[in-house]
């Protein structure tokens, strides 16, 4: 565990939350206010007694006042699904510092937030298609084994954000953090709408290296994609920097506007930020964490 | 169109070069990226180091071609005909006078010239030749027939103004020996036109014709044209001559100095063409003399002269005669002179003097030094012949400088000994009969008169002083004469005896060694102002001086010649072939490549 994320960080991790902005809809008991009636210390709502009801939820001082049987409904808190969807692909294998090592540390970091509130966390990696971590996670006993899936995931093979639309649309509603730098060959729009779709709220975090936001070389080379392999020829000057950041900076505006008419919130990182950094400030800005 | 370097033409196998360099592939390092998609198609060969790859189109090629060929044209030399003439061999006469120094014309006639020669240059063609020739007080060769452009540049741009005055009859007759007969030739003579007389010589000719190219536009200019010192019973004076040339009146000061001490300021005004004298106090004891004006003309070298105020030292001259008045006075009247007369008794030859005259008398033993001798009786070694009548009198050398203004032709002569056999030396007079007057040089200058001048009426002619003049000047001339020279003018000058060397101080304050004990002429007077004579006799050192003043009208005028009389161009001697003039505009071309290579520099760097 001490590998993914330092022990200080957890410590400073456990003072946060996952903040959701509606109530969720969980299957087990919580701290989250849930869409469900429930036993809990907040007040929801009257409804009048139906034969079977609990007595116990009899208001008797509505019964006193209006000569009739009132229940009162008490808040559901439940816990909250949270879904972490992790690119591994093989552009995410590139930078320095590297990007996946980076998505698993932030991801881990997020998750272990939910675990110590309680939540339940679902862990998806995909790259050419989706593949599971496992069981959902609950409980701060989790997180030793969350963590460790998580860093057996291997790096590679090309980008398919089409084939993350099943496993998104599927998901009850509840919270989805998608953590990927959004390049590859196919559009990462079909995955956001799907969790928009699924009714999800959450964010869309694009984790990018300073190199590729800043290239820091010039001259002829030989590009080579590194999911692909495929190759050209290329020429770098001022001229072709700037249309190669020009293309960036137009599919970080595609992937943020997509996910902002998804009610999703989006941040681009950048590896070279201290990962605490992240948390700690970035996501709290965002308002994913609190 | 004509080509200056058609051989420069190689140069467009650069054409080929380069496209043959963007043939060749670069050698790529590998680099991963995260998207490829993301890259721009963007290949640019910048380097080659693999060979082949299929040729793509490439503004930069493109450029570099247009560069490589544009710089072809430029090397290549293209000119164009230009509408002046130029002769295969261009004789170029460049007054380096005096009045060049003008600045009518900025900045000066004489840049002007050179400019204008600058261009004269520039249009030769590759097989013209061009000779320069100065022309000062003497011509100087500057470049002989030479067709490379560039040394003929710096040659002119080495050329300055001199202080004489030009001879431009030399100049002719030099660059006349330079073009040879059949030779397309032309002179081309820049100047003001403020030259000496031509020497008109009815059987020369030039080889070529001669075009005056004028520089100069004004004539406003005050000068000092003369500055002499005058030594009174009771005083001393300098009487100064100063005149505006010009046209428009003038207010400036004149400083009046002794020794480089300032003696008077006055403020003068002078109208347009006014001259005026000035008597000037000349202090006691004062050397040197010198008055300079702040007019602010367009000429300074006549802004200021100087003339030497300490009265020169006498020569004793002896003259042994048992009585000859006229000699007696023609001798008197140089001023340098103190004479002292004695009778053939009362002669002794232990006394030293500068020259002796020994009339109608022999001594025992000649003196070792500068003599006259006149009509020496029998039995001395310096007699000659018995006495033949004489005829006819006459020069032997009209243009012997020492019969100047002598006019020999209502003289007659009784009779004279007979010189005819004389070995004295070379005759100076001559009749029919014999030899009158004998002149040499060695080993001291005397002179032998045959016959006595009381059988002639020489003495009562006008030629009679001028002839003693100009026999006592030759023989003895002033040790440093104190009178003004003329720039590059020579002069003579006789060490003291006992001179053990002689040195001149120029104006500058360069020094110049001469061969003591000899006479000398110093011709280094390029400079105006004073020059001092050292001289060391008996280990303690003499000074005298002399003074070099511009002092002419002419050139003080400074007003530019619109036309000059020059020597007829003989036709028949010159095949005069003309060909057009040459424009050259290579520069504007090779500027074009300049401009391309940064549009494709430019091009480089944005990627293009």
């Given at each position: 565990m001490a590998a993914l994320l330092d022990p200080p960080l957890l410590r400073r991790l456990e003072g946060l939350a996952l903040q959701v902005r509606r109530a969720v809809s969980g299957q087990m008991g919580g701290e989250r206010r849930s869409t469900a009636r429930g036993r809990s210390v907040e007040f929801a709502d009257f409804r009048s007694y139906s034969p079977g009801d609990d007595f116990r939820l009899i208001d008797w001082n509505a019964y006193a006042r209006l000569d009739r049987f009132m229940l009162r409904l008490f808040v559901a808190e439940q816990e909250l699904p949270l879904s972490i969807f992790v690119d591994l692909s093989g552009s995410m294998d590139w930078g320095r510092p590297n990007k996946a090592e980076t998505a698993k540390r932030l991801a881990g970091a997020i998750a272990y937030v939910a675990l110590a509130a309680l939540d339940r966390v679902r862990l998806t990696v995909f790259a050419a298609g989706p593949t599971s971590g496992g069981a959902p996670y609950r409980g701060r006993r989790a997180v030793a084994e969350l963590f460790s899936r998580l860093e057996s995931f291997p790096v590679g093979g090309t980008t398919d954000y089409a084939r993350l639309v099943w496993p998104v649309g599927k998901q009850r509603p509840g919270m989805t953090v998608l953590i990927s730098?959004?390049?590859?060959?196919?559009?990462i729009d079909p995955a956001i709408a799907a969790l928009g779709r699924a009714r999800q709220e959450g964010a869309v975090l694009q984790l990018l290296a300073p190199q590729e936001m800043a290239p820091d070389w010039t001259g002829d080379v030989r590009l080579r994609d590194s999911e692909t392999g495929a190759e050209r020829e290329f020429t770098s000057t001022p001229v072709t920097q700037a249309s190669y950041l020009a293309a960036l900076a137009q599919r970080t505006h595609d992937i943020e506007r997509s996910a902002h008419r998804r009610g999703l919130r989006f941040v681009r990182l950048s590896t070279d930020q201290p990962i605490d950094d992240m948390v700690l400030r970035t996501l709290r800005r965002l308002g994913l964490l609190s | 169109m004509n080509f200056l370097a058609p051989a420069a033409a190689f140069l467009a196998l650069t054409l080929p070069a380069i496209v043959a360099l963007y043939f060749l592939r670069i050698r790529r390092p590998t680099r991963v990226v995260p998207a490829l998609n993301l890259w721009p198609d963007q290949i640019r060969d910048r380097q080659a180091n693999v060979p082949w790859q299929r040729l793509r189109f490439s503004w930069l090629l493109l450029l570099q071609l247009l560069a490589a060929a544009v710089l072809v044209a430029a090397a290549v030399q293209p000119v164009l005909s230009a509408g002046t003439s130029l002769a295969r061999h261009s004789v170029v006469l460049l007054d380096v006078s005096a009045s060049m120094q003008a600045r009518d014309v900025q900045p000066s006639r004489l840049d002007e010239a050179k400019r204008e020669i600058g261009g004269l240059i520039d249009q030769m063609g590759p097989q013209d030749r061009m000779t320069l020739v100065a022309v000062g007080s003497a011509p100087r060769i500057?470049?002989?027939?030479?067709?490379d452009r560039d040394a003929l540049h710096r040659a002119v741009s080495g050329i300055g103004a001199g202080n004489g005055p030009a001879d431009l009859s030399a100049a002719l007759a030099l660059a006349a020996g330079l073009v040879r007969p059949g030779d397309d030739g032309q002179a081309y003579f820049f100047s003001d036109g403020i030259v000496g007389p031509i020497r008109t010589d009815s059987n020369s000719s030039l080889p070529f014709p001669v075009e005056y190219h004028r520089v100069g536009v004004s004539a406003e200019n005050i000068g000092l044209t003369s500055l002499v010192v005058r030594t009174g019973a009771q005083s001393r004076a300098a009487y100064l001559h100063l005149q505006n040339f010009g046209q428009q009146a003038r207010s400036f000061s004149l400083d009046w100095s002794a020794d480089s001490k300032l003696v008077d300021v006055r403020q003068l005004t002078l109208a347009g063409g006014q001259a005026q004298d000035l008597v000037l106090p000349v202090p006691a004891d004062a050397t040197v003399v010198s008055a300079h004006i702040?007019?602010?003309?367009?000429?300074?070298?006549?802004?200021t002269v100087t003339a030497v105020a300490r009265t020169p030292s006498a020569f004793r001259v002896l003259l042994v005669t048992p009585g000859n008045v006229f000699l007696q006075q023609a001798i008197s009247l140089r001023s340098d002179i103190q004479l002292d007369v004695v009778a053939p008794s009362a002669y002794k030859s232990s006394v030293p003097y500068a020259m002796s005259i020994f009339d109608r008398y022999s001594p025992p033993t000649l003196p070792n030094g500068p003599f006259i001798a006149i009509d020496p009786p029998a039995g001395s070694p310096l007699a000659g012949g018995p006495a033949i009548g004489i005829g006819r009198v006459r020069a032997t050398d009209a243009g012997d400088p020492l019969l100047t203004n002598v006019d020999l032709s209502d003289v007659h002569i009784a009779r004279s000994q007979d010189l005819r056999s004389d070995t004295f030396g070379r005759s100076l007079i001559t009749s029919l009969q014999t030899p009158l007057v004998l002149v040499r040089d060695e080993p001291f200058r005397q002179a032998l008169f045959?016959?006595?001048?009381?059988?002639?009426d020489l003495p009562l002619r006008i030629a009679f002083p001028i002839l003693v003049q100009n026999l006592s000047e030759w023989i003895l001339p002033p040790s440093v004469p104190s009178h003004s020279f003329h720039p590059d003018e020579p002069v003579t000058i006789v060490p003291d005896t006992g001179a053990t060397s002689v040195t001149v101080v120029r104006p500058d304050g360069s020094r110049r060694s001469l061969a003591g004990g000899a006479v000398a002429t110093f011709g280094?007077?390029?400079?105006t102002g004073l020059y001092t004579v050292e001289q060391v006799v008996s280990g303690k050192t003499d000074r005298s001086w002399f003074t070099v003043n511009l002092f002419s009208d002419q050139i003080s005028q400074l007003k530019p010649a619109d036309r000059l009389t020059l020597p007829p161009f003989n036709n028949a001697a010159a095949v005069h072939a003309v060909h057009r003039g040459q424009l050259e505009i290579w520069p504007w071309i090779a500027l074009a490549a300049l401009g391309i290579v940064v549009l494709e520099w430019l091009a480089f760097h944005r990627g293009l």
């Open positions: 730098d959004g390049l590859g060959e196919s559009s | 500057i470049a002989s027939v030479v067709g702040d007019a602010g003309d367009v000429f300074a070298l006549d802004d045959g016959f006595d001048l009381h059988e002639s280094d007077t390029d400079l």
